[in-house]
């Protein structure tokens, strides 16, 4: 049976007591081992599970601090990666038939710069066919469920991290983020979840290196375990043309004097509508905000409610341009969501597409003031609690009604402003004593100054606790 004060450790704190060799990393490795085993039957957050890898990897890595080598960051932490993510010499799916015997010559970027800093993967996670939708359920693995509910969603597309996370199988998992892959299970599992910057993460997992919605990000329980695996992960690196040439300074935690922070709220984008539970619970992490000194002041960026519907076109073309020729071959193994995505790419013209840029310039130009007047903006992650675990992605229905936009997601759009880093930290529970996570937008290439006031945000709400599985 898996100790769970050590499997709800934080990851800073098994690096440190790896270093002091007061925990063996076999422990922390024999210990996930033993919690996938227990609740992955439930979950199914794992679609791989490398056991006897892990444990050698884990006997190597205890010999390392015995010889007082030279330790990574991660040394000895067990992690998880998306299987989204190449591994040499492990088959990698993208949750499709059309992969499903795809074997990785070599590692993705962000699964070797995890292993160059300690880490220890001991699995991939589950996610649909080609990360596309907005839960996670692939017709290869089938549906992840919820820790907190077994018949909710994680969300998605990085679901299997999200459960993975939440359950205490590991401390940190990768995601991938295009359209709030990463901050939709984290909010709905109750977690910590980062989209950095563009580029701050090299990402070189695509067919193409130019894409511009698509960033790697961690999956975590705590802010500071965030900047740690943002510490380890971030570039430069030559593997990414678009990676961010100066790292920035996460060597050591930092949480913001809120007396100097000013907060921008808004609950409603200017068009969503959100659940009142919701927002009462993100309305009270303002209120703890300015209880602790910060600054707050309600705005509203003025969004439409189409913006979502053209991040779409850019979802469309860039699955019809990836995966679009796997059809002829494999339609009847495909799911019935992706074929639509990549019908709806191929038919679309190129002047509709390049003329997405107006609805991101536009977009830009509303929050840009209310970046340059206020440190941080703050919203909600999602206006729902998760949905149905049964429930397909691709079709929760967006709507406008009554001049307000019906979507549970609010975290695509912030894909169209690509180098501003998003994070959602989780600040309390729904009506159906659901995790809530508030949504913190970030001045453009400054993840570090978000992660500081992510951290502070997490030390003056109440924390959720465990999940109950």
């Known amino acids: 049976m898996a100790d769970l004060d ?3 450790l934080p990851a800073v704190e098994m690096a440190r007591v790896v270093a002091t060799g007061e925990v063996s990393p076999v422990e922390l490795v024999d210990n996930a081992l033993d919690r996938i085993d227990e609740v992955d039957g439930e979950l199914n957050a794992f679609c791989f599970v490398w056991d006897e890898e892990a444990r050698e990897q884990a006997r190597t890595a205890a010999d390392q601090v015995a010889n007082g080598d030279s330790l990574g960051r991660l040394h000895g932490v067990p992690v998880a990666l998306k ?6 010499g492990h088959t990698t799916t993208l949750g499709s038939h059309v992969f499903e015997d795809w074997v990785p010559a070599v590692d993705g970027t962000i699964a070797r710069k995890l292993r160059e800093a300690g880490a220890i993967v001991v699995g991939k996670t589950t996610t649909p066919e080609f990360a596309h939708a907005l839960t996670t359920e692939s017709p290869l693995w089938g549906i992840t469920r919820n820790p907190w509910a077994l018949d909710r969603t994680t969300g998605g597309s990085s679901g299997g991290s999200g459960a993975a996370v939440a359950a205490g199988c590991v401390p940190l998992a990768e995601g991938s983020d295009m359209g709030g ?3 939709i299970p984290s909010a709905w599992c109750g977690i910590v979840g980062l989209k950095p910057g563009l580029g701050r993460i090299p990402m070189d997992v695509l067919p193409g290196l130019f894409d511009t919605i698509s960033h790697h990000g961690p999956l975590a329980r705590c802010v500071d375990d965030a ?7 971030q570039g430069p690196d030559e593997a990414d043309i678009l990676s961010q040439p100066a790292p920035l300074d996460l060597a050591t935690p930092r949480s913001a004097d809120l007396s100097t922070v000013r907060v921008a709220l808004t609950i409603d ?3 969503w509508a959100v659940d009142p539970t919701i927002e009462a619970v993100v309305r009270a992490a303002a209120a703890a905000l300015a209880d602790a000194g910060a600054t707050v002041t309600e705005v509203s960026p003025g969004f439409l409610g189409n913006e979502e519907a053209e991040w779409n076109k850019l979802w469309e073309v860039f699955m019809a341009a990836y995966y679009g020729e796997h059809v002829a071959e494999h339609a009847d193994r495909m799911t019935a969501d992706v074929l639509g ?3 709806r790419g191929n038919a679309m013209s190129a002047v509709d597409y390049k003329q997405v840029e107006f609805t991101r310039t536009r977009m830009w130009k509303q929050v ?3 970046l340059q007047a206020h440190d941080v903006l703050l919203c909600p992650t999602m206006a729902t609690g998760p949905v149905q675990a049964s429930v397909p992605g691709e079709r929760i229905a967006s709507r406008m009604e009554g001049g307000r936009f019906h979507s549970p997601d609010m975290t695509a759009i912030w894909n169209m402003i690509s180098p501003c880093p998003v994070l959602t930290v989780p600040c309390g529970l729904d009506g159906d004593g659901l995790p809530v996570g508030a949504q913190l937008v970030g001045q453009r290439w400054r993840s570090d100054e978000l992660l500081a006031i992510g951290a502070a945000l997490e030390s ?3 924390p959720i606790g465990r999940p109950p599985i």
């Open 181 to 183: 892959s990463v901050r």
């Open 341 to 343: 995505l990549i019908e």
């Open 6 to 8: 050590l499997a709800f």
């Open 83 to 88: 299987d989204t993510t190449p591994t040499a």
């Open 227 to 233: 900047r740690l695996f943002l510490h380890a992960t």
């Open 460 to 462: 003056v709400v109440v």
């Open 269 to 271: 984008l200017g068009c």
């Open 368 to 370: 840009s003031p209310i």
